[in-house]
């Protein structure tokens, strides 16, 4: 069995409006992880004392890391990243769309790593989507067409995961479980784990996407002190098998 850990860890600022990386570690490392997912990381920005925290954290953890920069500003990013203690291997890095004229927008992107699982590649592919519901369908869209989900390597295996900053109920979400089955819906979990506010979770916008021939285990996002400390969301665990038999077959 293997572990996956979602997090967006709004770049190391907790709710108490410190900025503790240590302490997003700390949250991440009680878990023991397989597979690290991070969002809203900053590299390099004034703004978080110039920090590579993709880095940082990888090595607070012992894992190797690829970083997307989603947002450049000159010398300063900011971005999603996968971590692993795993064999792993960079598909893709990329934007998705934006729509134009809409003042504040930030840059949103994914990220593709395969990572060996017991001998058998996974896709893992991790994003963050934007807030505003027509700029998230053709975020979506893009997800589920030719460049990611629907590129022909991205066969057997698949997890997507991430912040979609979209319910259950909405479109953009609609477009990717009809790719691939929402891991808590294979679960039936009732009611279904909430990850933000992370100090009292009442929304469901961290989700695991997974193919068939992933079986979920388990699901649990931590309410501990720190985690509800650390960050603005908790992070969403998933705990997986996969199919020993399952390749990288050509898309159908």
């Known amino acids: 069995m293997a572990r996956l850990l979602t997090y967006n860890v709004h770049r190391c600022v907790g709710v108490d ?14 878990h023991q992880p397989d597979i690290v997912c991070l969002q809203e990381l900053d590299v390099g920005r004034a703004r978080t004392g110039f920090i590579d925290q993709a880095c940082a954290i990888a090595e607070g953890l012992a894992m190797s890391f690829h970083f997307h920069p989603a947002m450049r500003v000159e010398a300063e990013l900011y971005g999603d990243a996968i971590l692993t203690h795993r064999p792993e291997q960079l ?9 134009r004229g809409i003042p504040g927008l ?3 992107g994914a990220l593709w790593v395969v990572v060996d699982i017991d ?13 505003v519901p027509r700029e998230q369908r053709l975020q979506a869209e893009a997800l589920a067409g ?15 995961t991430g912040d979609f900053n979209a319910t259950s109920l ?13 891991a808590q819906r294979t679960l039936g979990l009732k ?9 009292f979770p ?16 388990a699901m649990s996002a931590p309410f501990s002190p720190l985690a509800r400390m650390a960050s603005d969301h908790l992070p969403l665990i998933m705990d997986f098998d996969v199919d020993p038999d399952a390749t990288r077959r050509p898309a159908s």
Do not use: M
Request: proline share 13%; hydrophobic share 35%; net charge positive.
């Open 202 to 217: 009442a929304i469901r916008i961290d989700h695991c996407f997974v193919s068939p021939d992933i079986t979920v285990r």
């Open 170 to 182: 909405t479109r953009p979400y609609q477009t990717l479980v009809r790719r691939l089955p929402d």
């Open 146 to 160: 030719p460049d990611w989900l629907g590129h022909p390597d991205c066969a057997g295996p698949t997890i997507l």
């Open 17 to 30: 409006r410190r900025l503790d990386i240590d302490r997003i570690v700390a949250v991440i490392a009680e």
């Open 119 to 131: 001998g058998v590649p996974v896709n893992i592919l991790n994003t963050h989507l934007g807030l």
């Open 106 to 108: 930030e840059p949103r």
């Open 91 to 99: 598909v893709r890095s990329g934007p998705l769309p934006t729509v």
């Open 191 to 199: 009611p279904s784990i909430k990850t933000f506010p992370s100090s």
